[in-house]
């Protein structure tokens, strides 16, 4: 196996390079819980069915933060609605949604939610449109450091249909749990548009998603524990690719898997900026943190494909945003890969290694950081600690020059890939292989 756009864009490649962290892996593990991390889900739903289940879209929760400029999340919302737009990676008869408050201050109460199969923009299609309960209610709270799952609805979705989630949320939410940098357009609009088939209501726009943490599909066929999480940073997360097309890597991959006529299940848990052994103020937990939350506890996850590290390595020692990252040696990113694999191990789940891709040319380039990625890269290769490897340095890298990107990948900053790019890195997995 192997916002301005272009100004957002900048802005990543900069602040990926100041990684900002505070639990440095230790012994090996480094698996004690920062302390904002979310408690136990309460008042959930009993999901006993969940087997039956598969992902369908998902993405990873984040504290609230701008370190780009002006969001929604640090103000939250107060009678407004916010309508967004996902892409399912295998469909089913029956769906269902995750929302997340894990990092409220306070219970997030939803007063009314509604899907339906997307249009143009912030339209959803005549007919489409169906009201989505929680315990048989209209209504929902969920509360502070919690998740909760809608009751399953009857709705036929294809493999990479287009959903739309509407979200009313009437009273004063507080700061909001919300995912940074989703390479897609979410809208908002004043007072309850939940029912509203045209956009016309809504106004604001945004490219991150807010408290929409999951879409899961059912009715499919027979359950089949052979879904795909991809895990990572900004390169799994899909920074470089262009904005609602869906043209990220795990993207490409569930294109593949359905031109097959065998749609599986896809789902993508990357964080721009993330690290696997440290936590960032603006990019999340560390990977071994929320390894267990965000990719394993996905429905029907049979592998788990992890692309992280660049950032422990890029990061070590700078701080243009918030709080400085400490410097990470090659044996302490190697010890938390160990840990990341040992995760999925004791839960049954294969693990594949992907190597880290080129950052000659980036902010991030440097003769030992060179020799850190080469290192981590020879060991992910060699070790035989992953049950199998993903090659996508050599996937996207330049020939010629294999420090450095070959150009036609390149977004434009040496880090990340553009579609092309992220199109060859779907390209190099062996889909036999999983």
Known sequence: MRTTHAARRTAVTALTTAALAVLPLTGGEGLVAPAHAAPARTGAPAQQDHGQWQGGWATSPQAPAAPFGPNWSQQGFADQTVRQVVRVSTGGTRARVELSNRYGSIPLRITGATVARTDDGASVRPGSLQQLSFGRHRSATIAAGSELTSDALPFRTRALESLTVTLHLAGPTGPATFHLMSSATSYRAQGDHRADRGGAAFTETSESWYYLTGVEVSGGGAPRRNGVVAFGDSITDGVGSTPNADNRYPDELAERFAATGKPRSVVNQGIAGNQVTNDMDWAGEKGVARFRKDALGEPGVGTVIVLEGINDIGASGTG????????????????????????????????????????????????????????????????????????LDLAVADPTDPARMTPTYDSGDHLHPNDAGYHAMARSLDLTGF
Request: glycine letters at 10%; charged letters at 20%.
């Open 320 to 391: 243009a945003v918030g709080t400085p990252s400490p410097e990470v040696s090659v044996a302490q990113l190697i010890a938390g890969h160990r840990s990341l694999i040992r995760q999925a191990h004791a839960k049954g789940i294969r693990a594949i290694g992907a190597t880290l891709t080129p950052i000659g040319g980036s902010s991030y380039d440097s003769t030992a950081n060179e020799a850190k990625r080469q290192a981590v890269n020879d060991w992910i290769r060699t070790s035989g600690a992953y049950d199998a490897v993903v090659d």
